[in-house]
């Protein structure tokens, strides 16, 4: 299969399903602190509210605006925010020459949309069989695993797992035999295989290019469910070590942000060692995945780089006064809402939505006085978000 074939056929696994059968796979906790919305119902909203009328993604669709699924790549909440409203005096402009609507958004359908945005990176570009294979044999794969008719027969073939597009059905089978890989590898002298990049697709090229299998169809295995994710997260006790403050336990957070698949099973791979002598030293069970546990899991730790560190509330003051907002936002112009009596203050997704809707209101104020649009950089709509959480917490006492 080539590149944009795999392409495609991700595409039609987002864009195409059936809603009812999309919204089967993942079902939404009300109040989950993971995840405010659903990227199935938001892939509905995106287009039911004509965004792929000048957003393309993935290539497929209009070319006025930019790609949305590049333009999105590795951002977090607050910064697909910040961005949404850098551009918008460019999409308004847009909308209204072409005589559409300004759409308007709740905080639901702005969580849904974000959330649909952010998951579109997700899923890998397709490795390099070139690449895969001097990484295969630079790792000794040969040695004890057989893949197109050649190699060593002490442990399993890997041609079955020609037949995924992506890596994590091969990353699972090796973190469930990883103890026992392992501990051949040290038995044998040799330095336990260490992955980094986009490594773990480039095997998985190499072995759907050089793979035996009767049929060369592919098996697309269903949607990551990032809130499967967080159940499988719970019962595999993965809080156990990275809930703690603990020295020399690597923040999960940070480590999956803008990580893909293939880059976040390697992660995975590398720290299992470590991982795995810590839990027995604790007395806590070496977690074994089946079928789809570890691609859930793997969109559990995706979203939570989504969600981002939290900002400083003093920072955000300064922001807040830098950026121009208290000039109306504090009872200085009619009309315009008042930020230290507003409700949806502490709701992230509700200050998203506000912000969005506000848009023309403000454009054309900011027309009729001429000054600056304000834009925000890569962190400060977080510090923005911290200091209007406090306003709202200081209000209450």
Not at 362 to 380: I, V, Y
Request: negative net charge.
């Amino acid at each position: 299969m080539n590149r944009h074939h795999w392409i495609r056929l991700v595409a039609i696994s987002i864009l195409a399903l059936p809603l009812g059968l999309i919204l089967a796979t993942t079902a939404l906790g009300e109040g989950d602190p993971i995840l405010d919305g659903s990227p199935f119902r938001g892939r509905e909203i995106f287009f039911e509210k004509g965004c792929g009328r000048c957003h393309s993604v993935w290539g497929r669709g209009e070319t006025l605006g930019p790609n949305i699924s590049v333009a999105v790549a590795g951002k977090t909440f607050y910064e697909l925010v910040g961005d949404f409203w850098n551009h918008t005096p460019r999409m308004i402009d847009e909308v209204g020459d072409r005589g559409y609507v300004w759409p308007t958004l709740d905080p639901r359908q702005m969580a849904d949309i974000l959330n649909y945005l952010y998951y579109l990176q997700l899923f890998d570009q397709p490795g390099d069989a070139v690449r895969g294979a001097d990484t295969f044999a630079r790792l000794q794969c040969f040695d004890c695993h057989s893949l197109g008719g050649r190699g060593g027969n002490s442990a399993g073939a890997l041609d079955e797992f020609g037949a995924f597009p992506s890596p994590a059905p091969l990353a699972r089978d090796m973190w469930n035999a990883g103890p026992v890989m392992q501990r051949a590898q040290i038995h044998l002298g040799r330095a336990i295989p260490q992955f980094t990049g986009n490594e773990m697709a480039d095997i998985q090229a190499f072995i759907r290019a050089e793979g035996l299998r009767e049929r060369r169809e592919s098996i697309l295995q269903p949607l990551p469910d990032p809130v499967q994710g967080a159940d499988i997260y719970r019962t595999k006790r993965c809080g156990a070590c990275h809930d703690s403050s603990r020295d020399g336990v690597p923040d999960i957070t940070r480590s999956a942000l803008s990580k893909t698949v293939s880059e976040i099973t390697g992660l995975l791979w590398n720290h299992s060692y470590a991982m795995h002598t810590e839990m027995t030293s604790q007395g806590i069970p070496f977690p074994h995945f089946e079928n789809t546990e570890l691609t859930d899991l793997i969109a559990h730790l995706y979203f939570l780089g989504y969600i981002g560190a939290d900002g400083d509330p003093e920072t955000g003051a300064t922001v807040f006064a830098a950026k121009g907002c208290a000039d109306c936002h504090q009872g200085g112009v009619e009309g315009v809402p008042d930020l230290g009596a507003a409700s949806y203050r502490s709701d992230r997704a509700a200050l998203a939505a506000a912000m969005w809707n506000h848009a023309p209101q403000m454009h054309n104020l900011m027309a009729e006085k001429a000054p600056f649009w304000p834009k925000f950089e890569q962190d400060e709509m977080r510090h923005l978000a911290a200091y209007l959480r406090y306003i709202a917490r200081a209000s209450k006492k």
